[in-house]
């Protein structure tokens, strides 16, 4: 696993590491970031880290597995972190609902284990490394916390020395020994999504439905009157209603229902039409 992550896209004024933007990552950085800074303010000849590899006394990387090329007969120590969990606190994980903009702000914790392997020839040496190295992460929990964990610090396992089977890669890795200190996390992730243009959506939808759709149809009840309505354009009347037909006779008057007065339309006020209730003694609308 090479020790720099490539960048894919060009992140202008972002954070190469946080646990806003890449927490997974961030998690590698601060615990490198704590035992090189531990190792780095040891006295020459107690495993005095330094950046240069040619110099330091011990390496500290997160590169998994180590060549024994790079440690050469140093100890080293690297990182692994295993499978983290998004722990449900409470119903839905929501903190804050916005009505107006549906805005919805869920927060969930995620607990992990970070396992911290000291590599050495002598399975001694890697047990007091080890050791070390548990010891300050529980004392300096604080700067941890303080760097963004929720939690850690508690409850860390150190393991007995072993192979160091896959932590090691090289031709002698069967001649290393690795002791693992297990140290549980804990951090909180907060997030937010908002449907973004859904209320410009809905306000577009309605007024094309109210500017370019026909009128109602039989029976379909309208927002603003109690019962259902019909609704139908006033016409005039036909031309030269008292023409006769070839045979002489004089077309006799067709029985309508009374006019209704004009009004002006519900749904767009520039239109005359009539109105009359439909149906209006039925059980559903009594």
Known sequence: MPTKISDTTTSDGFPDSSFKYTPLQHLRVLFVSFVQGLFGAAPVGAYRWSPDINTTEIVVTDETPIQTTKLQHRPGITFTRSSVQLYSAWVDDMMEFDFRTEKKTKSVLVPGTMSINCCSRVDLESEQIAWVVAEHLWLLRELLM???FFDVGRQITISAPSPAGSIVAGDQADEWFST???VPFQFYRTSAFTPLGREIVRNIELSLSSNFKGPPTTGVALQTHEFPLSISSQHPPAFAPDA???YGRTPQPVRTAPVLPLQPHPLN???MV????VRQGR???R
Request: proline content about 11%; cysteine-free.
């Open 146 to 148: 303080k760097a963004g």
């Open 269 to 271: 006020p520039s239109q």
């Open 180 to 182: 693992v200190v297990a």
């Open 283 to 285: 059980p559903g609308t």
């Open 244 to 246: 006769q037909d070839n």
């Open 274 to 277: 009539t109105v009359r209730t």
